[in-house]
Every structure is written in C-alpha cells, then in structure tokens.
C-alpha cells in the first residue's frame, strides 16, 4: 500500500506565504512525477505544479511567478512554497505522485486526501 499526506494548509492574509509538504510512504520502488492540484468550491479541479523525478517543473499560469514546487528524493516528499498568496488561491490542495510499487510493478498514480488553503483578503 501507498500513501500519500499533505501538510502545511491553513489560513493566511493576501500577500502571505505557505509550503505545503506532500509525504509518500509504503512500498515504493521509485516515485516519478509528483504534482499539486487544487479545488475551489464549484470549480473544476486544476493542475498547480508538477515535478518530474529529474527536477523539471511545470506551472499553471496563474501561479508562475510566485509558487515553487520543490522535492526531496531521500524522503519522498514534495513541497509547494506559496508566495504572494491571493484570495483565488483559496482551495483544496492535493498532491498526487506516479509511483511503481516493485521492480516489476506497475506504474500508478496515487492521491493524497487534501489540505485547505485559505487567503483572506
């Protein structure tokens, strides 16, 4: 079995700062990409950042500029450090990572249960 915690959500003012942290743990053989989404309230839920296991890293436009998707190999976590946070960055985050589970296993794709970020104005 895999799973996948986040931490870090929480309540901050506009402008403020979070990281959220993202640990996967099991039996895992190797971690590909692992990546944040997030869900507002009545919105679809949409791609944040993504990592690949050899540190490339794509954005959703909205947040470039001002959020960083970072990991740790040793530790199989993510991070996502949230700058210059606004009121529409109020959602439910959550990670997501490809994992094979063995030399011989298959690749899958893991969630974690969410974290709530919310930003006041």
């Known amino acids: 079995q895999v799973q996948l915690v986040e931490s870090g959500g929480g309540l901050v003012q506009a402008g403020g700062s979070l990281t959220l942290s993202c640990v996967a743990s099991?039996?895992?053989?190797?971690?590909?990409?692992m990546g944040w989404y997030r869900q507002a309230p009545g919105k679809q839920r949409e791609l944040v950042a993504v990592?690949?296991?050899?540190?490339?890293?794509n954005y959703a436009d909205s947040v470039k500029g001002r959020f960083t998707v970072s990991r740790d190999n040793t530790k199989n976590t993510v991070y996502l450090r949230m700058n210059s946070l606004k009121p529409e960055d109020t959602a439910a985050y959550s990670c997501?990572?490809?994992?094979?589970?063995?030399?011989?296993?298959?690749?899958?794709?893991?969630w974690g249960q969410g974290t709530q970020v919310t930003v006041s104005s």
């Open positions: 990592i690949t296991n050899t540190g490339s890293t």
């Open positions: 099991g039996s895992i053989f190797s971690i590909y990409a």
């Open positions: 997501n990572a490809d994992i094979r589970i063995g030399a011989l296993g298959g690749l899958n794709t893991y």
